[in-house]
């Protein structure tokens, strides 16, 4: 049977947006020409559904057309998440204004405003909890099947599952003694790094290599075999994915890209500075990061307990003098002084309390009373 995306577009505008999808992504890539490609057949569909009348670009308004087709998008059930509303709408928009210029009608560029397309909801990073990622990894261990494995590869690098699919069958280099590394190609920003790994990763990469060989397809410079495309692969994995939590009894909406979360926050509460961890997972701004990592509780509590027992923010705590004690009104005020530094230092070690408070304003009275007897000596 065949699939209804796969049906000629017919339309009588069908011709003309499909020019212009060509004139657009000249210079873009397969996956970003079928992105155009379906949103204009989206658009075109409910148009012919639900404007028949509408033959022609010139008869193309804003409302009811466009603000039509917003509302047909955001009515969808399920609902479209709200980044592929936007996509939608991002794509549809450098379309009409391509034509607006080919075809000489200005207004065609004013039918979808900046204001129309909405912001994205702020995301928060969404590690596994201990319990799951425990269980998966174990569950990745006993398997120990070729999917099982490219799990554990993403855990143990953060990469994401595209990079994975992308390892070059020779990708780990060994750069010392014991100390080995992973070039991970370019991604999704178009960078590329090398990624340090540890002997758990080196040895599922190995695991990997035997998996390659054992694959009748003929060697093709990559570590993973496709049978057909590389987002063919993609799938297969998010399937294998979606069937082990299903056996684990654990969530089904879990992605491959959370492995990726759990990982960098692993390596932030590890000590990891920041800006390493930004190469370590291919960012090129430390907001993308800050995506990527949780703070839980008990890093909370830990940090706070650390700031507590050590503040950094404090002056420096006043040392006792070790010269010998003067004689007259020198020592007294020497005394004074010794007697207010130990008064403050018991006094600090103490809970808040009633007691606490009765030292503090003794301390205060020490203070004035110094300060009194300093007048003492002046003529």
């Not at 020019?19 to 658009?43: I, K, Q």
């Not at 855990?155 to 280099?173: K, Q």
Request: charged share 25%.
């Amino acid at each position: 049977m065949i699939r209804a995306r796969h049906l000629p577009l017919l339309h009588p505008l069908a011709s003309v947006f499909h020019r212009s999808v060509d004139s657009v992504c000249a210079a873009l890539s397969p996956e970003s020409h079928r992105h155009y490609r379906g949103t204009v057949r989206n658009f075109l569909n409910y148009l012919g559904t639900a404007h028949p009348d509408v033959t022609s670009l010139d008869q193309l308004r804003r409302e009811p057309h466009l603000l039509g087709w917003m509302s047909r998008l955001r009515s969808q059930v399920p609902p479209l998440a709200t980044a592929s509303y936007i996509n939608q709408l991002i794509a549809l928009r450098p379309l009409l204004t391509e034509l607006a210029w080919t075809e000489q009608l200005p207004e065609l560029a004013r039918l979808i405003r900046r204001e129309d397309i909405p912001r994205l909801p702020q995301r928060l990073a969404r590690p596994l909890t201990p319990e799951q990622d425990q269980l998966l990894q174990q569950e990745f261990a006993n398997r120990n099947d070729l999917e099982s494995n490219i799990f554990l590869l993403i855990r143990y690098t953060g990469m994401r599952i595209g990079e994975c699919a992308d390892l070059s069958f020779d990708c780990l280099h060994s750069t010392g003694p014991q100390q080995w590394a992973i070039h991970v190609p370019l991604g999704k920003l178009k960078t590329e790094r090398m990624v340090p790994v540890d002997a758990l990763a080196v040895t599922v990469i190995q695991r990997l290599r035997f998996f390659r060989f054992l694959d009748p397809r003929p060697p093709d410079g990559q570590l993973l075999a496709r049978r057909s495309t590389r987002d063919a692969l993609v799938r297969q994995l998010r399937r294998y994915l979606h069937q082990v939590c299903h056996s684990l009894g654990l969530s089904t909406r879990i992605v491959p890209h959370q492995l990726r979360h759990t990982y960098a926050t692993e390596m932030l509460r590890s000590g990891v500075s920041f800006p390493v961890l930004m190469k370590l997972l291919g960012h090129t701004s430390p907001d993308m990061t800050m995506l990527y990592v949780k703070v839980a509780l008990t890093d909370l509590q830990r940090e706070f307990q650390q700031a507590r027992s050590k503040p950094r923010h404090l002056v420096p705590e006043p040392k006792t003098s070790i010269a010998p004690v003067r004689a007259g009104l020198d020592g007294v005020i020497d005394s004074l002084q010794a007697a207010q530094h130990a008064l403050e230092m018991f006094r600090r070690g103490l809970p808040t309390g009633a007691a606490r408070s009765c030292l503090d304003r003794l301390s205060n009275r020490l203070t004035k009373i110094a300060a009194e007897t300093r007048k003492l000596r002046t003529p």
